[in-house]
């Protein structure tokens, strides 16, 4: 399993890296949307596995048209999108629901999915879209990808101490702090590189922030997924589980560098 999973990380991570700085202008964004669309149908799968597809595909399309709108910049269409999204999903259920007593959990359901990965992820082009946009998105990987490498590492190694078995019995806070330190050493690399602007305190703030934003993110969806009763959101990616086991970690962490950017950087 380590050896796939390494394997599979040898090739993704070079690929990704490329695409987001050396592809055209809306690489970024196509990249998204599609790591909406499949994190939405997983999740889909997850929580609400007797949908038809019709149902499914209406959660899928409004998050499309969310992430849209978002990148696009039209606040009133992004409000008028969300309030036709509502009256959609309930006369959608209202007229082919087979349980009437459901309906409303089912529309709740799809409309949590809809904020929780197409919103959510959507801070990723916003990020881009600031000064110094490209260099912030890159931040935001390799940090991120930082604390999960070394969180999982120390965390196997010498963890001991759980975290918060309730939800993810293999989390421990010896990985947590792991996952702290790696993300903040690789923060102050990338700040002697490409952000010398940076404080070496805002790395540490940055590091630490990211890292417990993503570990929130993690267990959340661990939590989703105990809920359903499965190991991962699907087989997509050989030794990493689905495209929700690779977002997880970015979708409470991206808005919060979003907003530090935005007022406090």
């Known amino acids: 399993m380590l050896k796939k999973r390494a394997l599979t990380a040898a090739i993704t991570i070079p690929a990704v890296l490329l695409l987001i700085g050396y592809g055209p202008e809306p690489t970024l964004f196509i990249m998204v949307l599609i790591a909406v669309t499949l994190g939405l149908h997983e999740f889909y799968s997850l929580v609400l596995p007797e949908n038809i597809r019709h149902e499914r595909t209406i959660g899928i399309i409004l998050g499309i048209v969310l992430v849209s709108l978002i990148y696009f910049g039209d606040a009133s269409l992004l ?41 959510l992820l959507s801070y990723v082009t916003l990020i881009d879209k600031t000064a110094l946009g490209k260099q912030w998105v890159f931040f935001l990987v390799a940090t991120v990808w930082a604390a999960d490498i070394s969180g999982f590492f120390v965390g196997s190694l010498v963890g001991k101490h759980k975290l918060y078995p309730k939800v993810s019995p293999n989390k421990t806070i010896e990985g ?56 991962d959101s699907s ?6 589980g689905g495209m929700l086991d690779r977002l997880d970690s970015f979708l409470f962490s991206a808005p919060f560098l979003y907003y530090y950017i935005s007022w406090g950087g």
Do not use: N, W
């Not at 999108?81 to 509502?86: E, M, Q, V």
């Not at 790395?203 to 890292?211: P, V």
């Not at 087989?235 to 990493?240: C, Q």
């Open 79 to 119: 409000l008028a999108s969300l309030g036709f999204g509502i009256i959609f999903l309930s006369t959608t259920y209202m007229l082919k629901s087979r349980d009437l007593g459901l309906a409303i959990s089912k529309i709740a359901l799809t409309l949590f999915g809809i904020i929780y990965i197409a919103l």
């Open 235 to 240: 087989g997509l990616i050989p030794g990493h």
């Open 176 to 231: 947590l702090v792991g996952g702290v330190i790696g993300a903040t050493a690789i923060a102050l690399v990338y700040r002697k590189l490409f952000l010398s602007d940076l404080d070496v305190s805002e790395c540490i703030f940055l590091g630490s922030s990211l890292t417990l934003f993503g570990q929130m993110g993690d267990l959340t969806e661990s939590m989703i997924k105990r809920s359903a009763h499965v190991k």
